[in-house]
């Protein structure tokens, strides 16, 4: 991994992830969002260009049409998100 890209793992007492949380997170490669997540923010990654993996929770109830919005990855083809 690039010394500029990173990774986020979320804290199981989160549990809504705001608007645009990582919004414009260039380097943003990885996230594990934990279980005891009930919601996620409208934009939340878009615009992170090199995220590919994204792992979401059981406990999730629904994904904003625009969770992902702007990213340059085919989502059916590089990013992977595991539920």
Do not use: H, R, W
């Not at 549990?15 to 997540?37: H, P, T």
């Not at 009930?38 to 629904?62: A, H, Q, R, Y």
């Amino acid at each position: 991994m690039n010394k500029n890209q990173f990774n986020m793992l979320t804290p199981s007492t989160v549990e809504k992830i705001g608007e645009n949380a990582f919004y414009f997170c260039e380097n943003l490669k990885e996230v594990v969002i934990k279980d005891g997540v009930k919601s996620l923010g409208v934009g939340m990654f878009s615009s992170c260009d090199l995220l590919e993996n994204v792992s979401l929770p059981s406990t999730l109830t629904s994904i904003p049409d625009s969770c992902f919005l702007l990213l340059k990855v085919d989502l059916k083809g590089k990013l992977k998100a595991y539920f």
